[in-house]
């Protein structure tokens, strides 16, 4: 069964400045996808951001980007310029080729100070 | 507009009063499925259906029931809640190889 480890439960920051949200996982399949999803007070679950895991560029969408080191299984995200409207929890979520069951991490918390 | 659509948002019950929560999807997705939320352990998955009259189990199904009998509408019944099913609940669903649309939850608690 695939897992995922998001390793920081929580997680601040400044406002304008740069954080980095880890995730890992644990697979034996070579083709999969992941994804960033982002949680507001408003408990929306809103996709950040996505990777094939046969794409060796790492994605990005405006402030967010992503670093995936397949061979470590990390799949890390990057956000730039941080906001206040960032603040949420962030999920790392995992899913086969072919099979829509998604896993998530537990979540980090992140809170963007002024 | 495409959407996943939940209701009710709360949910104040007490133990052992059947209760569903209702979960329907404009998207033509053939995949659905329930999730639970919870402190430190992020989302679970109850149940999923990948087709009409089509389901199965999850990672933590107990006390949880699904229907699937129209593509569009997948609803969640407890037919007997306990307090350690108060949680919140989402419904969602997907295209092949596509990311899951969630509902906007159902924060459930059982007294």
């Known amino acids: 069964a695939q897992t995922v480890t998001q390793s920081q439960p929580e997680m601040s920051v400044q406002e304008a400045e740069t954080v980095t949200l880890s995730c890992t996982y644990d697979t034996s399949e070579s083709n999969y996808y992941l994804f960033w999803y982002k949680q507001p007070p408003s408990r929306q679950m809103i996709l950040v951001i996505r990777?094939?895991?046969?794409?060796?560029q790492n994605a990005t969408e405006n402030r967010f980007s992503v670093n995936f080191q397949k061979a470590a299984k990390s799949f890390s995200l990057k956000i730039s310029d941080s906001q206040l409207g960032d603040t949420a929890m962030y999920f790392c979520?995992?899913?086969?080729?072919?099979?829509?069951?998604?896993?998530f991490g537990a979540g980090t918390r992140l809170t963007v100070k002024p | 507009e495409a959407q996943v659509t939940q209701n009710p948002r709360y949910l104040i019950t007490v133990t052992g009063k059947k209760l569903t929560v209702t979960c329907s999807q404009n998207?033509?997705?053939?995949?659905m499925s329930w999730y639970r939320q919870d402190p430190g352990l992020g989302l679970r998955q109850i149940y999923y259906s990948m087709n009409v009259e089509v389901t199965d189990k999850g990672d933590v199904p107990e006390g949880y029931k699904v229907s699937r009998k129209e593509k569009r509408n997948f609803p969640l019944i407890l037919e007997s809640p306990s307090p350690n099913q108060t949680s919140l609940y989402f419904c969602?669903?997907?295209?092949?190889?596509?990311?899951?649309?969630f509902g906007n939850g159902t924060r459930l608690t059982v007294t």
């Open positions: 990777q094939e895991a046969y794409k060796q």
């Open positions: 998207m033509n997705h053939e995949y």
């Open positions: 969602a669903s997907s295209g092949s190889n596509s990311p899951l649309h």
């Open positions: 979520a995992f899913m086969k080729y072919n099979n829509n069951d998604m896993r």
